[in-house]
């Protein structure tokens, strides 16, 4: 495969890099990548990786675009109001990436979008809301040895996770919250969040959705998994801790 002129064009700042080029481009356009949930943080994460050519993006959510969705869902408009939120992503998407093959899921994620047995993803890009969803998404893709980015943010604090479990002994979700936990009492929808920061968390999981695609090509040049971040909007600081593997953990250990 080789680029087209239009191609040329549209990724030339992925091609000005020494560590992207062309084979980088060639590996994010081959890509498959799953993105669960299209909120706050899944509208970037879908934004960011149509805009840099990853070749197919499978989308998962089973909401309809709400009113309260605006203050920080970047995909939809107020005309949007009512409409499934996979139908307007997929019309935004399209219109800045034609080149980019969509599949569309108005549904929460399940065996029918993410098997058990097999896989056709190279990433899923956990952007849901809900601890249950995560830790479903933690155990498949760790039986599956696909890499997760997994992200959350509220009120003014943002957490990613990257576990590429692809590599061996990469500690998962389980590891820093047993399953079975109860859901947190404050959430998004009761407690608020500062919209600006889904764009941050959302980005950064973009990032590390790039990173690990082009680590195939370059593993020593874009490791980085296992670590959580924290991000304190409010006092603008990052922080970051390696997540130990839990022995006798549910899903890894
Ligand atoms: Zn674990």
């Excluded at 709400?66 to 920080?72: A, K």
Aim: hydrophobic letters at 45%; one cysteine or more; a negative charge.
């Amino acid at each position: 495969m080789s680029l087209d002129r239009q191609a040329f064009l549209r990724y030339s700042r992925h091609l000005l890099m020494a560590d992207v080029g062309e084979e980088g481009q060639e590996l994010l356009l081959g890509a498959r990548v799953l993105v669960v949930g299209l909120g706050g943080l899944g509208c970037p994460v879908a934004l960011y990786l149509a805009a840099a050519g990853v070749g197919h993006l499978t989308l998962c959510d089973p909401d309809k675009v709400d009113l309260t969705n605006l203050q920080r869902q970047v995909l939809y408009k107020a005309s949007d109001c009512g409409e499934p939120k996979v139908d307007c992503a997929l019309r935004e998407l399209k219109a800045l990436n034609s080149s980019v093959t969509y599949t569309a899921y108005a549904a929460a994620v399940d065996d029918g979008v993410l098997p058990a047995t097999a896989t056709d993803f190279d990433v899923v890009v956990d952007c849901t809301d809900n601890l249950a969803a995560r830790h479903w998404l933690n155990r498949r893709c760790h039986s599956l040895a696909i890499p997760l980015v997994s992200g959350a943010a509220m009120g003014w604090e943002g957490q990613l996770m990257t576990l590429d479990f692809s590599a061996s002994k990469t500690p998962c979700l389980a590891c820093a919250i047993p399953e079975g936990a109860a859901e947190p009492i404050a959430n998004c929808g009761n407690s608020g969040v500062i919209g600006p920061l889904l764009g941050v968390m959302g980005s950064m999981e973009a990032i590390s959705v790039i990173r690990l695609l082009l680590g195939r090509a370059n593993p020593d040049r874009f490791a980085a998994s296992g670590k959580l971040q924290r991000f304190d909007a409010r006092r603008e600081q990052w922080s970051s801790f390696a997540i130990p593997s839990r022995k006798g953990c549910s899903v890894c250990g």
